[in-house]
């Protein structure tokens, strides 16, 4: 069968009616690969079997969250669908899935039997994202590590199918790190004070002419020089930030720098030092050189 030698080690469900990508994360949170309807299906889930499956096990008590940007028809599972896309191998954004956590914590606590299904393309990286940010949320689980853990242990059967890239496991600690430093988490986005940057160089041994860094989907553009990758004029920023280019790869938020990087600051500047393995991509260490702005 095609679809369970594409799953690799992966867990299925597996019965007399059905054999499906999709594991147990709790007995209320499931991880699975994509539903497909097209030809895909034959190497991923069949979307009918997943819906009878849905529908056989957990009748009108369940939420089907589609963390890819590729929607399937509204009338699929009764219209219980939530759509949340964001790329594959990238991490979302912090405070919109802040409030989208919120949003299934909630539901899963409104009657026992309410149960979520998440899937991305695999079921792996986007929906462990999302699922270990859950755990942590719930009080399943008491750190990041123990999060991820469960979420590829539980997701297959030698672990491998977890959450691995590095702009992800970071996502999942900043998560972390927001929900016990902030008291009035679900509303940090419009209570937390921002602080402001200029950004000034950045320094890697990246070949690459241009490298862009992309602010909250703005993109600067970063030339070449000298020094570094100087940007082109721009205005003061804070929030989520993608590092991009040939040879570099990395995201993460203004505000949590300190706690998921090392860094070196004084009252008017902070240096990150982002390691080569904390890297979604790259070869060498790169450090990013911001200004304050008061």
């Given amino acids: 069968m095609f679809s369970r030698f594409y799953s690799k080690s992966r867990t299925r469900l597996v019965d007399n009616e059905f054999d499906l990508d999709l594991s147990y994360i709790t007995q209320k949170i499931i991880a699975m690969g994509y539903p497909e309807a097209g030809i895909n299906k034959l190497i991923r889930n069949n979307i009918d079997d997943v819906e009878r ?7 009108t008590s369940y939420l089907v969250v589609n963390l890819t940007p590729t929607e399937y028809d509204q009338s699929r599972f009764h219209g219980r669908v939530m759509n949340f896309a964001f790329e594959d191998h990238t991490a ?39 699922i270990s940010c859950l755990l942590i949320q719930m009080g399943i689980c008491a750190s990041p590590v123990d999060a991820m853990k469960l979420f590829a242990f539980s997701r297959s059967s030698d672990g491998r199918a977890g959450v691995e890239n590095p702009s992800q496991r970071r996502f999942v600690n900043t998560f972390y790190v927001m929900n016990q430093k902030i008291r009035d988490f679900y509303n940090a986005h ?40 100087e940007p082109i004029e721009h205005e003061p920023f804070s929030g989520d930030v993608i590092l991009n280019g040939k040879g570099v790869m990395c995201q993460f938020h203004t505000q949590f720098v300190r706690d998921v990087f090392q860094v070196e600051e004084d009252e008017n500047w902070i240096q990150i030092v982002i390691q080569k393995e904390e890297l979604d991509s790259g070869q060498a260490d790169v450090i990013i050189r911001l200004r304050k702005v008061q």
């Fill in 92 to 130: 979302p954004n912090l405070f919109e899935s802040v409030q989208l956590i919120k949003y299934l914590s909630d539901f899963l606590n409104q009657q026992e039997q309410n149960t979520i299904a998440v899937h991305c393309k695999a079921g792996k990286g986007r929906t462990g994202t999302i």
């Fill in 190 to 229: 419009s209570n937390l004070t921002l602080q402001k940057y200029n950004l000034d160089l950045v320094q890697t041994e990246s070949t690459f002419k241009q490298l862009t860094f992309c602010v909250n989907k703005r993109v600067l553009v970063l030339n070449k020089t000298m020094r570094g990758y």
């Fill in 53 to 59: 499956y849905l529908d056989k096990a957990h009748g």
